[in-house]
Nanobody, 120 residues
Framework: QVQVVESGGGLVQAGGSLRLSCAAS????????LAWYRQAPGNQRELVAT???????NYADSVKDRFTISRDNDKNMVYLQMNSLKPEDTALYYC??????????????WGRGTQVTVSS
């Protein structure tokens, strides 16, 4: 059974930083693509960043140069370092583990989310 658990959310002032963590189990972690998504109230869920098994990354334009996704295959963890946070980054952030070699949100296990709130 695949389990995905996020942590690290909180309240931060604009311009500040947070690091989200995600533990994933029940998968062959080193080859699993991983992703962070977010959903703000009234908005659709949107992709924030993805990372492949070998470590290639992809980012939404809105977070490029501010957020960094990384993974630790020894610890079965994926991280999202968020810098220069803006109020518009406020959302529930979800971690997801792909169930296929190539990332697809239609074939993924999702966590329950961790809230990030950025005050102005």
């Amino acid at each position: 059974q695949v389990q995905v658990v996020e942590s690290g959310g909180g309240l931060v002032q604009a311009g500040g930083s947070l690091r989200l963590s995600c533990a994933a189990s029940g998968i062959i972690f080193s080859i699993t693509p991983l992703a962070w998504y977010r959903q703000a109230p009234g908005n659709q869920r949107e992709l924030v960043a993805t990372i492949t098994g070998p470590g290639s990354t992809n980012y939404a334009d809105s977070v490029k140069d501010r957020f960094t996704i990384s993974r630790d295959n020894d610890k079965n963890m994926v991280y999202l370092q968020m810098n220069s946070l803006k109020p518009e980054d406020t959302a529930l952030y979800y971690c997801a583990a792909g169930l296929r070699i190539t990332w697809s949100e239609d074939f993924a296990a999702w966590g329950r989310g961790t809230q990030v709130t950025v005050s102005s």
